[in-house]
């Protein structure tokens, strides 16, 4: 009985808030935004059921983990671990396998809305359907809201990076969330957190407010903090001597695991060129095999036709064109994510995965570029 009024409980709290927040969402925009957020409720929780249906194995170590974990000290880790450490109390509780997936989707689903609420703000009619940003509408690939939907890091990750170029935007001074989020971001993904830092760096350094003076000081800052980073993400990656000879070995062993995955490729004949086509565009039509690659394949057309368009309009109003800090920062983040994940990237299944770490920083820029100049100009 305790375990069942646990999960109605917390099932009851998690769907109140998100009820909240999507009648707040209501009350604040016109019709066809009610419609599309409609769509992505039913979009982003339809994916969840699928998720949860038939689980990945991800979600079932992390949970097996924690329920057979010795004591709540022994999984506080780097990675996999770390994440088993986070749901370990509500597991502990009688929190079920279903409220965890709904917890993680409901966290999901809130930085979709963050995003919508930001778009819903454009009124331009340039490239809109019945009023809506075309780019809104890349939101609702099925992609995102599967990976984004099941117990797992990939839903935390988006969350964070989100609420990273949300706090960027408002200009939210520093404080003691932020530094929550962060640290939780280092230990749950180490190498993702240590990019993030470094196009925060970049973002901060290359602000005309700056003095020379904080210049060098934030130079200093960075470097010592780079020291620890470093550390950390060797530990994560079980690297312990720095060497061309161990980073080969790793590169050789990551080749051996990536041909033996589904739909792997060989790293040592793949060009990184062939990456970055992988991580962005890839499956299409011409190397699909499942059903589900075939899908992935109709959101990867509409994706690359979309950054073809996008970029002719930036080659055509390139001197038009205002760069704010928001959109900087999230350029900045989702460029050198995408050119780091490029590096490792074995799979077709885990490109998709990847994708959503940086494609919704990129579909961000390019609504602040071209719809908000539109809207200025009107």
């Keep these: 009985m305790k375990i069942n009024l646990i999960n109605i409980f917390l099932f009851t709290g998690?769907?109140?808030y998100n009820f909240l927040i999507t009648k707040t969402y209501y009350q604040r925009h016109k019709n066809s935004q009610k419609i599309l957020v409609t769509l992505l409720f039913l979009v982003h929780f339809g994916a969840m059921y699928v998720a949860y249906d038939s689980p990945l194995v991800d979600p079932l170590v992390f949970y097996k983990t924690a329920l057979t974990a010795e004591s709540w000290i022994s999984l506080f880790g780097l990675g996999s671990t770390f994440m088993a450490f986070l749901i370990y109390p509500l597991i502990k509780a009688g929190v079920s396998l279903f409220v965890l997936f709904?917890?993680?989707?409901?966290i999901s689903y809130q930085a979709f809305l963050w995003y919508f609420n930001q778009m819903a703000s454009c009124y331009s009619n340039t490239v809109t359907i019945y009023g809506i940003p075309l780019v809104q509408f890349f939101f609702l690939l099925p992609s995102f809201h599967y990976w984004s939907s099941f117990?797992?890091?990939?839903?935390?990750?988006?969350?964070?990076?989100?609420y990273l170029l949300f706090e960027i935007k408002n200009r939210i001074k520093p404080n003691f969330l932020q530094i929550l989020v962060l640290f939780v971001f280092l230990l749950l993904r180490p190498h993702f957190c240590f990019v993030v830092f470094?196009?925060?760096f970049i973002y901060y350094f290359t602000e005309n407010n700056i003095g020379?003076?904080?210049?060098?000081?934030?130079l200093l800052g960075v470097l010592a903090i780079i020291s620890v980073l470093v550390a950390v993400v060797m530990q994560f990656l079980n690297i312990t001597n720095f060497s061309s000879n161990t980073l080969q070995a790793k590169w050789i062993g990551l080749s051996a695991y990536a041909t033996q995955s589904s739909s792997g490729i060989n790293l040592m004949e793949s060009s990184y060129l062939d990456r970055l086509w992988l991580l962005m565009f890839r499956p299409l039509y011409y190397d699909a095999v499942t059903f589900y690659q075939y899908v992935i394949s109709i959101e990867n057309s509409f994706v690359l036709l979309f950054f073809i368009f996008g970029v002719i309009y930036i080659f055509l109003k390139g001197k038009e064109i205002r760069i704010t800090g928001d959109v900087k920062?999230?350029?900045?983040t989702g460029s050198l994510l995408f050119f780091m994940i490029a590096s490792y990237i074995y799979n077709l299944g885990l490109a998709s995965r990847m994708r959503l770490s940086f494609l919704p920083l990129f579909f961000y820029v390019v609504h602040q570029l071209f719809y908000l100049q539109e809207t200025q100009q009107e």
Excluded: E, N
Aim: zero cysteines.
């Design 14 to 16: 998690i769907a109140l």
């Design 102 to 106: 709904f917890l993680f989707a409901s």
């Design 151 to 162: 117990l797992g890091k990939d839903a935390l990750v988006f969350f964070i990076l989100t």
């Design 198 to 200: 470094i196009a925060g």
């Design 212 to 218: 020379s003076k904080i210049r060098i000081k934030l």
């Design 329 to 332: 920062f999230a350029l900045l």
